[in-house]
């Protein structure tokens, strides 16, 4: 007779994949690994995919060949549908599953802070097919502005919305991309001519950061071409463009969202108390206070803190739960008392370009090269597979000898993009070199 318990996980980000590995060594359970993608996607280089620095390939791994020496891991790929909280019964396309425990890491999707009619004017960065819908328009960008150099003014034209990691390491590198990488490439335009605006509604880039490497990224931003809005709230984005306070409107050929997310939607159908992000508030186990045998744990929770306030939606917050729910797990299936879960925070870094990068742990604040490398290293031990990485760190020095990108292959749209309204229409005679302005091209902005 099988006395095993079943444990389903619902999700193969850094959470579940982390509860997946301890729970995989315990021999009295069973588990189910449920994912609506077939592999763990390491997202913190995401932004890389989407300026062509690496290939998908590069930083995924497919969840069955994670779990293929697992003997007790059977991975599923498909979308949790509904919960049976009181049948202890979690339904998955035409199937279903019991569970004796339920881990929820479902993660979170791109939020616009309940303006989600902006979801159809811009791009977010949460999956490859977002990283690749945006690598796909940057390069289609300059393909159009050479054959249109005319056009190149807002063809060349990218607004990234949000200050925090994953805006700056936007905008370093596709300033790194068009004024460094490409700029040879064409004969009719000049990309290190191309206009990107970071638009961030705080006082200063890198909010959690400390002052003075907010203050050394904004500087290094501007160094590489880009232009830094703070204290810029948006108050509508439409066909026309970026709105702003006095009636501005930035017009651009690509808007990427990086200002907020909110947790999977699978949590309203929990029937439990959410936050403002509609995240699961969890207790003091990561367990919800009603069904202790169901734990949510990254970002699709909310975790308060020592000081009352919710842990940020980070991946270490998330491998952190993951390793202490399993183990949490384990022990009571021994007879052992649950432990209250206490977040260790190791620091935070972002890289700003190549060679540039910034690191905060405690007291240590790292910055420019020596930064650089210390997320280099960082980002190289978590990433998943020996192949990925040798194969990331070959293409990382490639790039920074070389001072290239090699993942530029344009695949076909994944979406209907927003048409942009363009001055002059485009000409059916043969480009002629031109000459293109300067200055800037966003009205009524002034260069800070």
Request: charge should be positive; glycine fraction near 8%; aromatic fraction near 8%.
């Amino acid at each position: 007779m099988d006395n095993k318990k079943n444990v389903v996980i619902v999700g193969a980000g850094f959470g579940g994949f982390e509860a997946v590995k301890i729970l995989a060594k315990c021999k009295n359970v069973n588990i189910t690994w449920i994912d609506k993608s077939n592999h763990h996607l390491f997202q913190p280089l995401l932004y890389q995919v989407a300026t062509a620095v690496l290939s998908p390939a590069d930083i995924a791994i497919p969840a069955r060949a994670l779990t293929s020496n697992m003997r007790n891991v059977t991975v599923y790929m498909a979308e949790v549908t509904q919960i049976d909280k009181e049948k202890k019964c979690i339904y998955f396309d035409d199937t279903s599953q019991t569970y004796d425990y339920l881990i929820l890491a479902m993660g979170a999707r791109t939020g616009y802070f309940g303006r989600d009619e902006w979801r159809k004017y811009t791009v977010g960065l949460k999956s490859i097919v977002d990283a690749l819908e945006i690598r796909r328009r940057i390069l289609v960008a300059f393909e159009k502005a050479e054959a249109h150099p005319e056009l190149s003014a807002k063809l060349l034209n990218f607004i990234i919305i949000g200050g925090g990691p994953t805006g700056v390491e936007l905008a370093g590198s596709i300033a790194e991309l068009s004024h460094q990488i490409v700029n040879a490439d064409f004969r009719y335009i000049k990309p290190e001519l191309t206009q990107i605006t970071l638009i961030e509604a705080g006082d200063r880039v890198l909010g959690t950061f400390s002052p003075t490497l907010s203050e050394y990224t904004k500087k290094q931003l501007e160094r590489r071409g880009v232009k830094v809005l703070t204290s810029t709230r948006v108050q509508n984005i439409n066909e026309q463009g970026v709105h702003l306070l006095d009636n501005i409107v930035l017009e651009s050929n690509l808007v990427i969202w990086a200002a907020g997310v909110e947790a999977n939607p699978f949590s309203e159908k929990l029937g439990v108390p959410l936050d403002r992000a509609k995240r699961v508030l969890v207790n003091p186990f990561c367990s919800l206070e009603q069904n202790p045998e169901i734990f949510v744990i990254g970002d699709m929770a909310s975790f308060m803190d020592a000081d009352n306030k919710p842990l940020p939606g980070v991946s270490p917050v998330a491998m952190q739960q993951g390793r202490h729910v399993a183990r949490l797990i384990r022990d009571e299936l021994k007879g052992k008392p649950r432990q209250i879960f206490s977040y260790f925070d190791k620091g935070s870094m972002a890289t700003i370009g190549r060679a540039t990068g910034i690191a905060e742990m405690g007291k240590l604040r790292l910055k420019g090269l020596i930064g650089w490398l210390a997320w280099l290293v960082i980002h190289l031990m978590y990433l998943v597979g020996f192949k990925n990485r040798i194969s990331t760190l070959i293409t990382w020095v490639w790039s920074y000898l070389t001072l290239g990108a090699s993942a530029r292959v344009i695949q076909e749209p994944t979406r209907a993009e927003p048409k942009i309204a363009l001055a002059t229409e485009p000409s059916t005679v043969a480009p002629v070199p031109v000459s293109i302005p300067t200055g800037p091209i966003i009205p009524g902005v002034e260069r800070n």
